[in-house]
């Protein structure tokens, strides 16, 4: 059985070694994305055989195992992981798996897993000088939110910092007040648990942020960090929605202050939610990333 541990901040040099081996632009390989879910897929890890594991639970029920990052032999790496299920009497199941994960696999394991892919979680990557420059008739909605931003408020631009760290917490309760608060549906509960922890480890956590002060006040803020050498991560984007336009802004402010040296942004799911897939469609992603999960066609594993 492979020796799972759990996640600290002290293991941040450790698995990064690995995760910065990854060419795969997922958002689930980001540290400062696995330890601020924690609470909610109680992740552990393990480094065995040149290979970084992660074993976790989807929606806090099902046990699952993430695609193995090293330069070691895959085919051993995947082995042990159906030797560590089996001897959990656990059914074999791998997650957040991109097509081009699934097919590795494959090539080593011909037709003994099944690939389900989910919508739900299809990330949205887009060509970084596309949002920055909002270019053609496509961007035309967006460029008029900005340039009405830009004709009611006062307005500027500021990094993120522990100094206005508290200011992008109020800004959050506000938002999380506005969208039902602890009567909202998980997902919002789960997501300020994130939130929270973020925040309160955000340089220990490598995190990168700016936000939009308007007449003084913080009424936008985003963060996020690298994926890999050509794609960053977004994870979080909120804006009060009495600001006008606060959406569109701080999305083309943090990708041109931010984001400029990434050939692509990063923007997560969408959690099957239609308003939040509406908006991500409407910038047009150069990339949908497919992702799903397997189970293997042994009925012992």
């Known amino acids: 059985m492979i020796h799972f541990q759990s996640i600290t901040l002290a293991d941040k040099l450790k698995l990064n070694h690995f995760l910065a081996m990854s060419t795969f632009r997922n958002c689930d390989f980001s540290f400062s994305n696995i330890y601020c879910w924690l609470p909610n897929y109680q992740t552990t890890y393990a480094i065995e055989s040149e290979f970084l594991f992660f074993r976790f639970y989807a929606g806090g ?3 699952g195992y993430m695609y193995p990052l090293g330069r070691g032999d895959l085919t051993n790496a995947i082995e042990m ?9 656990e059914p074999f199941r791998m997650f957040a798996l991109s097509r081009e994960m699934y097919q590795n696999i494959e090539a080593c394991f011909p037709g003994k897993f099944e690939y389900h892919a ?6 949205y990557i887009y060509h970084t000088e596309d949002l920055i420059q909002l270019k053609g008739r496509k961007y035309q909605p967006k460029r008029n939110h900005i340039n009405k931003f830009k004709r009611t408020y006062r307005y500027e631009y500021v990094p993120i910092t522990t100094q206005i760290i508290p200011e992008c917490l109020e800004l959050y309760t506000k938002w999380y007040q506005e969208n039902g608060g602890c009567l909202g549906n998980r997902s919002l509960i789960d997501e300020r648990v994130s939130v ?4 309160a480890n955000f340089e220990q956590l490598g995190l990168i942020g700016g936000a939009l002060r308007v007449d003084g006040i913080i009424v936008a803020y985003s ?25 569109s802004m701080i999305n083309q402010q943090f990708a041109e202050h931010v984001c400029r040296g990434y ?7 969408d ?16 990339i949908l990333l ?12």
Not at 81 to 89: I, T
Not at 290 to 301: A, H, L, V, W, Y
């Open 271 to 286: 959690l099957g939610l239609e308003s939040l897939r509406q908006a991500k469609m409407s910038y047009h992603p150069a």
């Open 223 to 247: 963060y996020g960090q690298p994926l890999s050498q050509d794609t960053f991560g977004v994870h979080a984007e909120k804006s009060l929605y009495e600001i006008d336009g606060g959406f």
């Open 118 to 123: 989910s919508r739900s979680w299809y990330e």
């Open 290 to 301: 497919e992702k799903g999960f397997i189970t293997s066609n042994d009925p012992i594993r």
């Open 263 to 269: 050939r692509y942004m990063n923007r997560e799911e």
């Open 81 to 89: 992981l159906l030797a560590d299920s089996e001897e959990r009497q």
């Open 61 to 63: 029920k099902k046990s």
């Open 196 to 199: 929270e922890r973020a925040f």
